[in-house]
């Protein structure tokens, strides 16, 4: 049977080396890699004949260091200096630091970092299944359409790339091209959870509003200005999952569609002045109203079927 | 009494030894002082004794692929090892003598 050390065995032997270094580094450099490089070979060598943690296989670090430090010729590892001048003592501080950075915090980070692992194989299930949606929380289209608008449906596509994720982080391909496959889907789902984020922060998709999605369609504020103005109001068919309505929402583009739908120009202007001496949530409300409005016109008047983008062609009336 | 002690003094006369019967890589070498008696024997001795003997030049060595894992590095004796190895066998014999003598003599 062939054994390949993995990457929990490999976290315990770097961390076994880091560990001897700390009794070699009174050794000219050449002599202590060359040391290091002969203890990750017999680590290597014991783990092919027998099962266990380095410290299982050879004992401590402190005590194998010594021995072999013996055997090979080298000196024991020199007695702390009672007396030390000033530079020297400086020069051993920095490199006390260094080595503890090296020794502890870091084999700390890579054995917190394995610890979280299984917590990473989750998120970036999730964060990949958030790829499949992620059309759909910018413009309106998933990449998957059924699964615009159907939090089941994509709940069922996230569980199943959790699944997948927890399965390859247990089992780790072995083939190059898999491993540099793995990674790229870790960088993907980071990728879009990240744009995921940014458009919840922005207000970019704003939720689905309850009346519209019972009437057929869903509304997706637009992303907000400064003073939480929407630049965009979107309308998407739910049941295709379909951008119907896609459209600037600056006042003249508001006035336009109002005045397309056929309210008067005096109703929509009322309307727009009393929006614009609003400030902050109230504003944000006002403009939530007229977006209401339009769209509950919009949906009455229209056939979904025949507009697609009330910002570049009239509608029929 | 502790033979732990007396091993660090022949350590280098047996892996020599070992080696002369077939080449040989650290872990059988520690396998095989183990199961000749020296059960206390570790690693970090055998394998330091080897690199010690590698630097003097006593021993070389050559990978040997391996179907349970990573090469497998094989030590052999050179001219200057077998030399080393009858020195030492030499001398062992004559100190061994003189200790059985000298224990038959004093053990009452």
Request: proline share 5%.
């Amino acid at each position: 049977m062939t054994r390949t050390i993995g990457p929990s065995a490999q976290l315990d032997l770097d961390d076994y080396l880091s560990r001897c270094e700390e009794h070699l580094d009174d050794l000219p450099t050449g002599t202590r890699l060359s040391l290091l490089h002969d203890i990750n070979e017999i680590i290597q060598e014991i783990s092919t004949e027998l099962d266990g943690r380095p410290d299982d296989l050879i004992g401590d670090p402190a005590t194998f260091v010594c021995e072999l430090r013996r055997t090979s010729g080298h000196p024991p590892p020199a007695e702390p200096q009672p007396a030390r001048s000033r530079s020297r003592s400086i020069r051993d501080t920095v490199g006390n630091a260094r080595s503890r950075i090296e020794h502890r915090a870091l084999p700390w980070f890579l054995r917190l970092a394995r610890d979280l692992r299984p917590a990473w194989w989750v998120a970036r299930g999730i964060g990949f299944a958030i790829v499949f949606d992620l059309g759909h929380i910018n413009n309106g289209n998933g990449f998957i359409p059924a699964i615009a608008g159907s939090s089941a449906l994509w709940v069922a596509v996230a569980g199943l790339c959790v699944f997948g994720s927890v399965e390859v982080g247990r089992k780790p391909p072995t083939q190059p091209w898999m491993r540099l496959a793995v990674v790229a889907m870790g960088i993907v789902a980071i990728g879009a959870t990240v744009n995921d984020i940014d458009n919840v922060r922005d207000g970019r998709f704003e939720g689905w509003d309850a009346w519209a999605a019972s009437s057929g369609a869903a509304v997706i504020s637009g992303p907000l200005d400064e003073l939480t103005t929407p630049r965009h109001i979107q309308v998407v068919d739910v049941t295709s999952g379909d951008l119907v309505l896609d459209m600037g929402a600056s006042y003249y583009d508001i006035v336009d569609v109002l005045e397309d739908l056929g309210l008067e120009d005096a109703t929509a202007h009322d309307f727009l002045v009393s929006v614009e001496g609003m400030d902050g949530p109230q504003r944000l409300r006002g403009w939530e109203a007229v977006r209401t409005t339009i769209v509950e016109h919009f949906i009455d008047r229209m056939e979904f079927a025949t507009i697609n983008d009330m910002g570049r062609s009239s509608p029929e009336s | 009494m502790d033979t732990t002690q007396l091993l660090k003094g022949v350590l280098e006369l047996a892996v020599l030894a070992i080696l002369d019967e077939r080449d040989s890589y650290g872990y059988a070498i520690v396998v095989a002082l183990r199961e000749a008696g020296h059960e206390t024997v570790g690693e970090a001795s055998v394998y330091g004794t080897l690199r010690r003997l590698a630097a003097d030049g006593a021993v070389s060595t050559y990978q040997v692929q391996s179907a349970h894992g990573p090469n497998r590095k094989y030590h052999t004796l050179t001219e200057d090892g077998i030399e080393r190895l009858r020195a030492g066998t030499k001398t062992w014999t004559s100190f061994s003598q003189t200790m059985s003598y000298l224990l038959r003599e004093d053990t009452p």
